[in-house]
């Protein structure tokens, strides 16, 4: 349904949009699926259509985009499928990048594609990693965005997805653009014009003959680039492509503004400001009302130069933007120079200095060829052993074609017997191996519960000898000591007797404080469930909100499972009230017919879980051992700024 969304790069314009060309048709399907909202459908089907509605509306309006994007969400958080989360995040990614929220569009993609890497979804994670590589030439972090396209184009080659490996190829070409790698630029890009020209595939054509114009731009061949510039429009509209369009025209007007005809220049440039505010592009407008300031100043209307320049400088100081803000600084220093307001002119003056762009770092180039060059290895050696594969196919054939019957049947059946003795004995190597390496997990993961129930057993003698025992020997004391005056035929002391009993009561209360430890007795009473509403209602105050929400648990559990459940959610909301700095604490129980799952989700500080700094303590490690016996697994999802998601499954 979405296939025909295409990534495309701009240069001049230092731009990067993802973009689904509107059809004539796309009004009908928005209606369509409107009306569909108005039957009976469950809350997953419910979402999908919300989220086809985000789609579509990304070409309609960006505003009911985000409207319907964020309600597919938010069902689809509700029902806890993952899937669906997975692609609404995706979806609203996209949305924030057309509108040039590039930070907040990579927060969700990496979201996504953390749950599509726990999904194992290969086409999903291909998918993002082809965004996510738009977004970080958007911020012009060109090594990353060419290891994520890269990563992408492996995996669209592999399936032999020609069309999106065409449009990766478009996109690759625009990096090696930008690192100034301009025959590899156009190598890539003459690959992706083929396809395209060869399908009448007009709208991603018209990026791929963009990205020519630009870098002949950047060759400083001004008419292969007008010419390039001139084919994009015509193709453009045939396609209905109209951000190529209007980066074309503003790409004319850069080339005219160059040639000095600076009127025919905002002519230019006016046409495509009209096509990027109508479709709300508001980065892109900024940046075209660069280029037109530059043309006012040299027609000498200065005023209309400096506000202009100040309306894009307030733009990309709120959205980030080092090279265009330096650029902005510049010729603001020429149109108050044209007004003749001099503190002004060396006010900016200072601003340029200070912000003026360093040279492209040379490493960034170096990686990016190590990186190409690691692709195109890794793709011949694939190569080579499908030939290699292919050769001992045909070697073998002409073999069979000059065997006599008889030898053939002698070998197939000598073959045979020989194969069924060397498959049973690496059979029972591996079973052999596999029995080992349980042995050894199981053997590794018995001493770790030991080691734990060894340092609890600790713990509760150091509890039980600094309090409780302190106690008693305080009670015993003051018992003693009523004991000899009663022998003496004295009076109990009533203060010394209240001393005594009140020592009693604290040892009794301590004494069950540390059972309660040990096992809760809402654990052995009332179940997993109760126990963990009374564990959490112990620490939910003012500094963090907890919520817990349980599905499927109306029967006990095996004692062992909700023991070892018990203490996995005491060890991961410790550790959030200890160290995730969290204002807001989520924990989902939810029993099926295949399993139990408990999901525990903060929004603290989180951390990187690859980072150096990173060691996991002694708690998670424990809480590993005990899952695993029971062959659970435990993912922890996490990331610096955004939380940390634990997500722990046993199987039924």
Request: proline share 2%; aromatic share 6%.
């Given at each position: 349904m979405r296939t025909s969304c295409v990534l495309f790069l701009v240069l001049l314009a230092n731009c990067l949009t993802v973009f689904c060309y509107a059809q004539p048709a796309t009004q009908h399907l928005i209606d369509s699926l409107k009306k569909e909202l108005g039957n009976n459908l469950t809350k997953a089907q419910k979402a999908k259509v919300y989220g086809d509605l985000s789609w579509y509306y990304n070409s309609v309006s960006l505003d009911s985009a985000f409207q319907y994007g964020y309600d597919a969400l938010k069902i689809a958080r509700e029902i806890h499928d993952r899937k669906l989360i997975a692609q609404s995040l995706s979806d609203l990614g996209a949305i924030h990048f057309i509108k040039g929220e590039i930070d907040k569009s990579l927060e969700l993609y990496n979201q996504s594609l953390g749950i599509r890497k726990i999904e194992k979804d290969e086409e999903g994670i291909a998918s993002l990693n082809f965004k996510i590589g738009g977004a970080y030439f958007k911020k012009s972090e060109l090594e990353k965005a060419m290891s994520h396209y890269l990563e992408a184009l492996r995996y669209y080659e592999q399936v032999n997805d020609e069309n999106v490996a065409a449009n990766l190829h478009s996109n690759i070409a625009v990096v090696y653009t930008a690192l100034h790698h301009y025959s590899k630029a156009l190598s890539y890009l003459k690959m992706a014009e083929t396809y395209f020209q060869q399908r009448k595939l007009y709208a991603p054509l018209s990026n791929v003959t963009l990205s020519m114009g630009n870098v002949y731009y950047a060759l400083l061949d001004t008419a292969k680039a007008q010419d390039s510039y001139e084919k994009t429009i015509d193709v453009a509209k045939k396609g209905l492509n109209f951000l190529a369009e209007a980066s074309a025209y503003n790409n004319l007007g850069q080339i005219y503004t160059d040639l000095g005809q600076h009127r025919l220049a905002v002519d230019y440039i006016q046409r495509s400001l009209e096509i990027r505010t109508r479709e709300k592009l508001e980065a892109d407008v900024a940046s075209s009302n660069i280029t037109l300031a530059i043309n006012y100043a040299k027609l000498h209307n200065f005023?209309?130069?400096?506000?202009?320049?100040?309306?894009?400088?307030?733009?990309?100081?709120?959205?980030?933007?080092?090279?265009?803000?330096?650029?902005?600084?510049?010729?603001?220093?020429?149109?108050?120079?044209?007004?003749?307001?001099?503190?002004?002119?060396?006010?900016?003056?200072?601003?340029?200095?200070?912000?003026?762009?360093?040279?492209l770092d040379s490493k960034v180039i170096e990686v990016s060829n190590e990186l190409e060059t690691k692709y195109q290895t890794e793709k011949k050696e694939?190569?080579?052993?499908?030939?290699?594969?292919?050769?001992?196919?045909?070697?073998?054939?002409?073999?069979?074609?000059?065997?006599?019957?008889?030898?053939?049947?002698?070998?197939?059946?000598?073959?045979?017997?020989?194969?069924?003795?060397?498959?049973?004995?690496?059979?029972?190597?591996?079973?052999?191996?596999?029995?080992?390496?349980?042995?050894?997990?199981?053997?590794?993961?018995?001493?770790?519960?030991?080691?734990?129930?060894?340092?609890?057993?600790?713990?509760?003698?150091?509890?039980?000898?600094?309090?409780?025992?302190?106690?008693?020997?305080?009670?015993?004391?003051?018992?003693?000591?009523?004991?000899?005056?009663?022998?003496?035929?004295?009076?109990?002391?009533?203060?010394?007797?209240?001393?005594?009993?009140?020592?009693?009561?604290?040892?009794?209360?301590?004494?069950?404080?540390?059972?309660?430890?040990?096992?809760?007795?809402?654990?052995?009473?009332?179940?997993?469930?109760?126990?963990?509403?009374?564990?959490?209602?112990?620490?939910?105050?003012?500094?963090?909100?907890?919520?817990?929400?349980?599905?499927?648990?109306?029967?006990?559990?095996?004692?062992?499972?909700?023991?070892?459940?018990?203490?996995?959610?005491?060890?991961?909301?410790?550790?959030?009230?200890?160290?995730?700095?969290?204002?807001?604490?989520?924990?989902?129980?939810?029993?099926?017919?295949?399993?139990?799952?408990?999901?525990?989700?903060?929004?603290?500080?989180?951390?990187?879980?690859?980072?150096?700094?990173?060691?996991?303590?002694?708690?998670?490690?424990?809480?590993?051992?005990?899952?695993?016996?029971?062959?659970?697994?435990?993912?922890?999802?996490?990331?610096?700024?955004?939380?940390?998601?634990?997500?722990?499954?046993?199987?039924?």
């Open positions: 005023s209309k130069s400096k506000s202009l320049l100040l309306n894009s400088l307030n733009y990309f100081q709120q959205t980030g933007g080092g090279e265009k803000i330096t650029s902005i600084y510049y010729q603001l220093i020429a149109s108050y120079a044209g007004l003749g307001q001099v503190d002004s002119v060396f006010h900016y003056m200072n601003l340029y200095k200070k912000n003026q762009s360093a040279e694939q190569k080579i052993e499908i030939l290699n594969q292919e050769t001992a196919i045909q070697r073998l054939k002409l073999r069979q074609r000059n065997l006599m019957l008889i030898a053939t049947l002698v070998l197939l059946v000598t073959g045979a017997v020989i194969a069924y003795f060397i498959f049973k004995q690496r059979r029972l190597q591996a079973e052999a191996r596999l029995q080992h390496e349980i042995n050894t997990q199981q053997e590794k993961a018995t001493r770790e519960v030991l080691d734990a129930e060894e340092r609890e057993r600790r713990r509760i003698a150091g509890d039980l000898h600094d309090g409780v025992g302190q106690t008693l020997s305080a009670a015993l004391l003051n018992l003693n000591y009523l004991h000899k005056s009663i022998a003496e035929g004295k009076a109990p002391d009533p203060q010394v007797m209240d001393t005594a009993l009140g020592l009693v009561k604290g040892s009794y209360q301590e004494m069950r404080s540390i059972s309660h430890q040990m096992m809760p007795n809402a654990l052995l009473k009332a179940g997993l469930a109760t126990s963990i509403k009374e564990f959490l209602d112990a620490i939910d105050g003012k500094n963090i909100k907890v919520n817990l929400y349980v599905s499927g648990l109306a029967d006990r559990l095996d004692q062992q499972l909700e023991t070892v459940l018990y203490r996995a959610v005491q060890e991961a909301v410790n550790n959030v009230v200890k160290h995730a700095q969290a204002t807001r604490l989520t924990i989902q129980l939810m029993k099926d017919e295949e399993g139990i799952s408990v999901t525990i989700e903060d929004n603290g500080r989180g951390f990187d879980p690859s980072g150096v700094e990173f060691s996991e303590g002694i708690g998670l490690k424990n809480l590993r051992s005990r899952v695993g016996l029971l062959q659970g697994s435990v993912d922890v999802d996490a990331a610096p700024g955004r939380g940390t998601v634990v997500v722990i499954y046993i199987p039924a």
